[in-house]
């Protein structure tokens, strides 16, 4: 089976680090994930006004993730949380009320930063607010990425053998959980509770 993913950057920014991840992780996933950007750029600023009349950017990326077997969300971690235009988008896929887009989509958190901490704490923020939208997330292997800007090319090639190894390593195991979540079929997880 061929698995449709859906990406979202959490980065606008026009030479952003987490793109060129993004990019990385399309050319070393296993070859039955299909990948479609999810962009969130042109999103207004979320408001329940906006619930009895969605807009079509609202409505697009709805319909996006709808149409998406996975999620997978690649991410800066502004001042230690989920960059606020991310976070727009992801309320704007939580509504209107009922209507919560990210139900039981299988979804993976990874992000890179310059320094050390690898955007751990985004993730981690992401995980409550994602547990909230019943979405299951991948849980091992974490990916905190210490970004290494000799490690890619400009397009996401990666040119380190070890991050290779390990980005590889990373795709195989959420294409394998994306596989384990939809087999199991909606209307069953979560049911007995
Ligand atoms: C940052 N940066 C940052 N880095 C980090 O590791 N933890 C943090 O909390 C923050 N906070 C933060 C806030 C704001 C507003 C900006 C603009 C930046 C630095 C950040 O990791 C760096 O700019 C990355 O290059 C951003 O990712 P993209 O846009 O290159 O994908």
Same mark, same amino acid.
């Not at 209507?99 to 981690?124: D, L, Y």
């Not at 397009?155 to 195991?173: C, I, P, Q, S, W």
């Given at each position: ?13 026009s ?8 990019q *990385? ?5 296993? #070859?039955?994930?299909e990948?479609?950007e999810? &962009? ?13 009349d969605y %807009?079509?950017? $609202? /409505?697009?990326?709805?319909?996006a ?10 991410? &800066? ?7 606020g ?5 992801? #309320?704007?896929?939580?509504r ?10 299988p979804?993976g958190?990874?992000g *890179?930063s %310059? $320094? ?7 993730q981690?923020?992401? /995980? $409550?607010v994602?547990?909230?939208?019943? *979405? %299951?997330?991948?849980?091992? %292997?974490?990916?905190?990425? /210490?970004?290494? &800007?000799? *490690?890619?090319? &400009?397009? $996401?090639?990666?040119?380190?053998e070890?991050?290779e ?26 049911d007995?509770?």
């Amino acid at each position: 089976a061929t698995y449709k993913i859906g990406y979202l950057v959490g980065s606008l920014a026009s030479n952003s680090i987490n793109r060129v991840l993004a990019q *990385a992780l399309m050319k070393v996933a296993p #070859d039955d994930l299909e990948f479609t950007e999810i &962009p969130i750029r042109d999103l207004p600023l979320y408001s329940s006004d906006y619930d009895s009349d969605y %807009p079509p950017a $609202g /409505r697009a990326l709805k319909d996006a993730i709808e149409a998406s077997d996975g999620i997978l969300i690649v991410s &800066p971690e502004y001042n230690r949380s989920i960059p606020g235009g991310l976070k727009n988008a992801i #309320d704007w896929g939580s509504r209107p009320w009922g209507t919560n887009s990210f139900a039981r989509k299988p979804t993976g958190i990874i992000g *890179a930063s %310059p $320094g050390g901490i690898g955007t751990a704490v985004m993730q981690s923020s992401m /995980r $409550g607010v994602l547990s909230f939208l019943d *979405a %299951p997330q991948l849980n091992a %292997p974490e990916a905190y990425i /210490r970004f290494d &800007p000799d *490690a890619y090319g &400009p397009n $996401g090639e990666v040119k380190d053998e070890a991050t290779e190894a390990f980005l590889r390593h990373y795709m195989d195991e959420y294409g394998a959980f994306v596989e384990r979540v939809l087999s199991v079929g909606p209307g069953h997880i979560g049911d007995d509770h």
